[in-house]
């Protein structure tokens, strides 16, 4: 559904569930210039999905995304991001641009 709500808004999806050794990523996405690395989060509350992306995570993240970007030299030149998309029941999935900052 994730990438759906990402294809539906413009994205071209690069990735999904890119595991790398210590880390993995729900989705890459790109649309431009900017490739996202989108970690999907559904909990009960909008707040519940956002505090499950705690340090950790990120760390874990970052590692995955510095996986990927090395096998992937040309996304170099491109601005890079770390989103969020919160599924929370009864609503539609909310993208939170800029959720988490990617140590790269």
């Given at each position: ?12 999806i690069?990735a ?22 989108v ?20 760390a ?11 096998r ?24 939170v ?8």
């Amino acid at each position: 559904l994730a990438r759906l709500f990402l294809r539906l808004t413009g994205w071209r999806i690069l990735a999904h569930s890119y595991a790398a050794h210590g880390g993995e990523i729900d989705v890459i996405a790109r649309r431009g210039d900017l490739i996202i690395f989108v970690e999907v989060k559904a909990r009960k509350s909008r707040d519940a999905a956002l505090l499950a992306i705690d340090g950790r995570k990120v760390a874990r993240l970052s590692k995955a995304a510095r996986h990927w970007l090395a096998r992937h030299p040309e996304a170099q030149t491109c601005g890079l991001r770390g989103d969020a998309i919160l599924m929370v029941p009864w609503r539609w999935p909310e993208r939170v641009e800029g959720a988490f900052e990617l140590a790269l």
